[in-house]
């Protein structure tokens, strides 16, 4: 069954520190992940994709690594801001349609305190 | 940011009702999915369509039904609403752009939907 879990489910950190969050997934064929982040009441907003030859991305203060052999991700989040404060989503697309089928995580809710 | 809205976005409505969540993008994708999502939940998919008069079911059953007669319009209708409909609605669109964007769906701010 294609699966995308992600850890932890919840995190809070003080402002200015770094984060990794996971992704691990069961999804099979592979095509690309992506992150995404959805601010409360909002539509997710892509931050990362990464195809299975790409084993990093980085935009801004956001990192994400895929292992496509172990079929796992993390989401590195340095310096963080307030505004860091949301729900991360893990989503992972595979090939066995034109529609390229999503399979999406239930995301880590982050929290940022002053 | 996205070209892509939805309305209302906060609905609050009796049992029995007849609603209609509107979405509309100005960006000329083919494709448009609607998405359902609960609190601390992972999305579900509900309905797709791949271009004018396309539309297809999802993963997820839904009572709702969906059109598609123009590119940029894709409203979700619920004939009946029942308290169990109660949820976020999120639409999305994607379409060929770079390799790098290739797919990469793009959400609408979702509509709160509150069955009494």
């Known amino acids: 069954k294609n699966q995308v879990e992600q850890s932890p489910q919840s995190l809070i950190i003080l402002e200015g520190k770094n984060c990794t969050l996971q992704?691990?997934?069961?999804?099979?064929?592979?095509?690309?992940l992506r992150w995404y982040k959805q601010d409360t009441g909002r539509g997710p907003v892509s931050l990362t994709i990464?195809?299975?030859?790409?084993n990093t991305k980085s935009n801004g203060r956001y990192t994400a690594t895929l292992d496509a052999d172990t079929k796992q991700s993390s989401l590195h989040i340095t310096a963080s801001q307030l505004s860091d404060s949301a729900s991360y989503i893990c989503?992972?697309?595979?090939?066995?349609?034109?529609?390229?089928?999503?399979?999406f995580g239930r995301g880590t809710q982050l929290t940022v305190w002053p | 940011e996205a070209d892509i809205y939805q309305t209302p976005r906060y609905l609050v409505i009796g049992t029995g009702k007849k609603i209609t969540l509107e979405c509309s993008q100005t960006?000329?994708?083919?494709?448009m999915y609607w998405y359902q999502q609960d609190p601390g939940m992972e999305l579900h998919l509900i309905h797709y369509?791949?271009?004018?008069?396309?539309?297809e079911k999802g993963d997820l059953s839904s009572e709702s039904t969906v059109s598609r007669i123009r590119t940029e319009h894709f409203p979700l209708t619920l004939e009946s609403a029942r308290p169990s409909h109660t949820s976020q609605y999120l639409c999305?669109?994607?379409?060929?752009?770079?390799?790098?964007?290739?797919?990469?769906?793009?959400f609408g701010p979702g509509t709160r939907l509150l069955v009494l």
């Open positions: 992704c691990n997934y069961t999804v099979s064929p592979f095509s690309n």
């Open positions: 989503v992972v697309s595979d090939r066995g349609s034109t529609l390229g089928r999503l399979y």
């Open positions: 990464m195809t299975f030859s790409e």
């Open positions: 369509s791949y271009g004018v008069n396309s539309t």
């Open positions: 960006m000329g994708h083919d494709k």
């Open positions: 999305a669109s994607s379409g060929p752009t770079s390799p790098e964007t290739s797919e990469t769906q793009y």
